[in-house]
Structure formats: structure tokens, C-alpha cells
């Protein structure tokens, strides 16, 4: 396993695809950093189906696509070096022995060999792509805190607002239940990837979340992708 992998995917492909939460891998020498192997594969440890639904997104468009390697939980790709979350010793609730107390020569290690080279990757694939949209897939848990999130997927964005619209308008043309800049908010900073790789490259982005619900078989991840796909070409 590599801290990141990329698909290659046509030049000129409207689409740059990437996903920050795509495994809940681990490098060997971290073992499972304290959990139980059935709390790192729950959505604390990666985006349950994610990486399904992008991979299909990017054989449709034939895009690239950049996913992350490892699990969030050894470093969050979709953070800011400067966020408190970025290595996080607990996560709704579930303790993270192996981030209790991190040394900072392990959080240089975390960003050197890991964070650095999957945004590098993604630097490296958007370099001289014709205004591609850089499109950040993730999921979501339906319920959190004892909240429900009775929706199928959401679309964040900060800016690119008509954009937004216009996919999330499609999505629900695709029988998806679609809320904007939920269950998060990309106007709070939480589209970091998409964002910053969009200005730096003067790209458009947008990030999608889907329930994760709706992406346990891979079926449900197929059928999903097919109408995300739909949507996007509406909107491409």
C-alpha cells in the first residue's frame, strides 16, 4: 500500500476526481493505532464507500483520480496543517491511543511521508488541465450524536454557488434527496482539498458527500455513481 494512488485518466476529461477518505488502511508499523479492527472500518476510519463511487465516477468520465492510501485517522488529507483535527486522539467518541500524546517528530513524519505526497499527486495531475472541475467525493454516516440525516447526498461549496446549484438541481432530477453545504459546510472551511487545489490551480471545485446507507454493497455504490454521473453530465 502507497499514501496515495492515482488513476490516470484522459487529458482533456472534464473531471479531476480525487478522494481524501478513500481507505482505512494502515502502514505495518502502526498496527491499527490502538482500535478494534471493526472501529477503523466504521466511518471514523475512512468514507465507507467513497473510493467506489469515485472510481466509477472516473471510469464514466474516463478522469483521474487521486485517493488517499491510508486511513484519515493517521493524518486527515482534507485539513489544513494548521487545524486542530489533523491527527486526531479521538473521533465521535472512539479513542485513537496510537495519536494520544504525538510526538512532533511524528507529526513532521505524518505530513512528510504521507499528507505531502497525496496533495502532491493532485498538484501534479491538475498542473495544465483546461479549467477541469476538481470534484472531492466523501460520505457520510446517517446518524451522528443521536442525529438523523435523512438525506441521500449533499453538495459543499464556498464559491462556485451556480455551479453548486446547478448539480445539486440535477442530483434531485436523479431522484436523490439533496441538501446544500450539509452535513457540512464548505463555507465553514470544510472542502479543504477541493478548495485549495481549485484556487492554487484556478480550477472550479465542488465536494460531494452521499449517505453512507446507500454504499454498503457495491450495487448500492454503482447505482449510486450512475446518477451522480447522470447529473454531471447535465451540468458539464
Known amino acids: 500500500m502507497r499514501p496515495v494512488r492515482v488513476r490516470g485518466g484522459h487529458r482533456h476529461s472534464p473531471l479531476l476526481i480525487t478522494c481524501e477518505h478513500a481507505s482505512y488502511e494502515l502502514p505495518p508499523e502502526y498496527g491499527a493505532l490502538g482500535l478494534r479492527p471493526q472501529d477503523l472500518r466504521d ?4 468514507d465507507i464507500g467513497a473510493a467506489a463511487v469515485a472510481r466509477a465516477l472516473a471510469e464514466a ?3 483521474p483520480l487521486v485517493e488517499s492510501g491510508y486511513s484519515r485517522l493517521l493524518i486527515d488529507c482534507n485539513r489544513d ?3 486542530h483535527d ?9 479513542a485513537v491511543p496510537g495519536n494520544d500524546a504525538l510526538a512532533e517528530s511524528e507529526r513532521e513524519k505524518r505530513v512528510r511521508e504521507f499528507y505531502h505526497p497525496f496533495h502532491d499527486a493532485i498538484d501534479d495531475v491538475a498542473a495544465g488541465r483546461d479549467q477541469a472541475l476538481l470534484f472531492s467525493v466523501h460520505s457520510f454516516t446517517p446518524e451522528l450524536r443521536g442525529s438523523r440525516r435523512d438525506f441521500d447526498v449533499g453538495v459543499l461549496y ?3 454557488e ?5 448539480l445539486a438541481q440535477a442530483l434531485a432530477g436523479q431522484r436523490l434527496r439533496v441538501r446544500h453545504n450539509e452535513p457540512y459546510s464548505g463555507l465553514d472551511g470544510l472542502i479543504f482539498s477541493a478548495r485549495s487545489h481549485g484556487q492554487r490551480h484556478g480550477a472550479p471545485y465542488l465536494e460531494i458527500e452521499v449517505n453512507n446507507a446507500l454504499l454498503r454493497s457495491d450495487s448500492g455504490a454503482q447505482e449510486v455513481a450512475s446518477r451522480i ?3 454531471l453530465r447535465e451540468v458539464l
Open 229 to 231: 454521473a447522470a447529473a
Open 43 to 46: 466511518h471514523v476510519g475512512w
Open 86 to 94: 489533523l491527527i486526531v486522539a479521538e473521533s465521535h467518541g472512539v
Open 81 to 83: 496543517l494548521g487545524d
Open 162 to 166: 451556480e455551479r453548486a446549484a446547478l
Open 158 to 160: 464556498d464559491e462556485h
Open 61 to 63: 468520465f474516463d478522469a
